[in-house]
């Protein structure tokens, strides 16, 4: 597709989109994160990340802002407002943002730039000295993507990558400083759900993170936990029978996330679930799932077994925890499947995302 002419692309959804203006999020979420289909640029494909989203019946798309020019950020806005601006047919309504937090903004982070979609300079809402261009103001992320979706509904969420972390909780977060950013957000419609993990094993302290950080229930509108198995350990996968030489690289410090060493982790979710939804759904919060559907660090690089995946996404939708959840986030985001599945959720990757959410939404 020829992008000399970024704005046209919303004319292009226009022929996608058909019924219906969605301003909140969706009662259940089924979303992907990150990467997607590209133009020739590197910028985002709107029209065929519309399809892509549409081909598996995901309703969210979640937008990593992590560049050096602001573009992830103009993406984002393309997309809110093709979605806002236009009703649908088809099952993608919702977008969200994720934000790199401090520890990972050094070369690249989430920058702001000026959006022609909006009656407002982006640029001026951030201070300069806080990261590259601003990036690390983040009470000034709540106002923009706050008044973002003011203008444009669609957009429902900002996710903080990593929030969970140990340095990132103890050194560059708080109470007051993330109810501020929270602020922002909802004063359009929007919702703060930061990364979480139940525990942080890199950190001194490995004590459930709702227990180790209470605020954090008073100071966000939920958090998206990326399941590792953080509660039972690493050892569960790592001395399972299916944890070969093949399939735990050297350097992998997180078996269970690594191809079929992974497996063994399948039934520690629910646990993990209950405890986080036993302390936040009595002050209303939302409960997301992440799971990682890719490669993680030095571990297999194609991340957990498709079996793994397919049995943890059953059981965030079908199973005991669906009842514990807001929603499921894919990480990252996989292509429609190319070959037919048959119904078969084990045939790919692919194919266990497009059967199973196809499934759900039946």
Known sequence: ?????????????????????????????????????RLHNGRLDIAATVEWMNAVAANTFNVLLWDTTGDDYLDLVELAAALSANSTNG?????????????????????????????????????????????????????????????????????????????????????????????????????????????????????????????????????????????????MCRQSAACTASQLPAGCHMPCLSGTCADASESSLLSELTDMHTLMDPVGQRLFLGEYFSGYSHCNPYGPSTAYNANVTSQALFGAARQLLDGLMV????????????GNATKSKDCTISVLFHEARR
């Open 1 to 37: 597709m020829c992008d000399t002419t970024r704005l046209s692309l919303v004319v292009v959804i226009t022929a996608l989109l058909c019924s219906g203006v969605v301003d909140s999020m969706p009662t259940f979420t089924l979303g992907e994160y990150a990467g997607g289909p």
């Open 331 to 342: 990480y990252t985001t996989r292509p429609p499947p190319r070959a037919a599945c048959e």
């Open 91 to 235: 099952t993608l309504t919702t977008v969200w943002a994720t934000l790199i937090p401090p520890t990972e903004a050094a070369s690249r982070c989430s920058v702001p730039a000026d959006s022609p979609l909006t009656p407002w300079n982006e640029t001026t809402l951030f201070d300069q000295t806080l990261g590259l261009k601003g990036c690390e103001d983040y009470v000034a992320w709540g106002v923009a993507l706050g008044k973002l979706a003011t203008l444009y509904p669609a957009f429902a969420a900002a996710n903080i990558d990593d929030f969970g972390t140990e340095t990132n909780l103890v050194h560059h977060f708080n109470a007051s400083y993330v109810r501020a950013i929270r602020g922002g957000l909802n004063s359009g419609g929007a919702h703060l759900i930061p990364t979480a993990y139940y525990a942080d094993p890199s950190g001194d302290d490995k004590t459930f993170i709702l227990e180790r950080y209470p605020w954090v229930l008073g100071a966000t509108d939920g958090l998206m936990l990326y399941f590792r198995n953080d509660k039972a350990g690493q050892d």
